[in-house]
C-alpha cells in the first residue's frame, strides 16, 4: 500500500508543478513572457506562504481554501487560453490527486 501512497503524493506535486505551468500558460497568452513568469512565480509565493505543508500562514482552512483557489485559477487559465480540454483533464486530475491524498493511508506517509 505504501507504493501507492507515495504514487499519490507523487501526483499531488505533480498537481503543483502544473498549476504553475497552467499560469505561465495564461499570464503569455494574456500579454506576453513577462506576465506569464509573473503569473508563475505568483502562485509558488502564494504556494509557499499559504499552501505548502510548512507554509508560513496555512492553517486547518487556510491551506485546503487556498488549494481550492490555485487549482480552480490555473484551470480557469487553460481554459481562457484556449486549452479547454487540458483544462477540464487537468481539473479532473487535480480534483481525483487531491481526494487520493486524503484517504489515511497515504495521509499517514505525509507525517512522518
Avoid at 38 to 60: D, E, I, N, Q
Wanted: net charge positive.
Amino acid at each position: 500500500m505504501a507504493i501507492f501512497g507515495w504514487t499519490v503524493l507523487f501526483g499531488v506535486f505533480v498537481d503543483e508543478l502544473l498549476a504553475i505551468s497552467a499560469a505561465v500558460t495564461w499570464g503569455e497568452y494574456r500579454s506576453g513572457t513577462w506576465l506569464g513568469a509573473a503569473a508563475g512565480l505568483a502562485v509558488v509565493a502564494v504556494w509557499f506562504l499559504f499552501a505548502s505543508p510548512k507554509a508560513r500562514y496555512g492553517g486547518a482552512w487556510v491551506r485546503p481554501a487556498v488549494k481550492v483557489l490555485v487549482f480552480t485559477l490555473a484551470s480557469a487559465g487553460l481554459w481562457v487560453s484556449g486549452h479547454e480540454t487540458l483544462a477540464v483533464a487537468y481539473l479532473a486530475f487535480s480534483v481525483t490527486v487531491n481526494a487520493l491524498a486524503q484517504l489515511p493511508s497515504v495521509k499517514v506517509l505525509v507525517n512522518h
